[in-house]
């Protein structure tokens, strides 16, 4: 069995940061690889952010690469994103997500909300 569990969102003014984290319940967790994905009102999922299983490799989207951060601890089963230089065009909300054998699994998701 698969469960995710986001925090970490919240209300924060543009040009501010904050920290996602994701605990992950889930045997396979060191093996898989992780995601993180928003979604912004009235639009489609989009895929920000990778991250192997060993953390040697990691991937983002254009519209959040240098100022968001994927890390992982598989100690903890947990990942992180780390969100830096925050617009309004960040709001969404966000998910975690593990791959496992080609399947996704998602958390329920946390609310960004950038104000300008």
């Known amino acids: 069995q698969v469960s995710l569990v986001e925090s970490g969102g919240g209300l924060v003014q543009a040009g501010g940061s904050l920290k996602l984290s994701c605990a992950a319940s889930?045997?396979?967790?060191?093996?898989?690889?992780m995601a993180w994905f928003r979604q912004a009102p009235g639009k489609e999922r989009e895929d920000i952010a990778h991250?192997?299983?060993?953390?040697?490799?990691?991937s983002y989207s254009d519209s959040v690469k240098g100022r968001f951060t994927i890390f992982r601890d598989n100690s903890k089963n947990a990942v992180y994103l780390q969100m830096n230089s925050l617009t309004p065009e960040d709001t969404g909300v966000y998910y975690c997500?593990?791959?496992?054998?080609?399947?996704?699994?998602w958390g329920q998701g946390t609310q960004v909300t950038v104000s300008s």
């Open positions: 889930a045997r396979a967790f060191s093996t898989s690889p």
């Open positions: 997500a593990i791959a496992i054998l080609g399947q996704f699994y």
């Open positions: 991250i192997s299983a060993s953390a040697r490799s990691t």
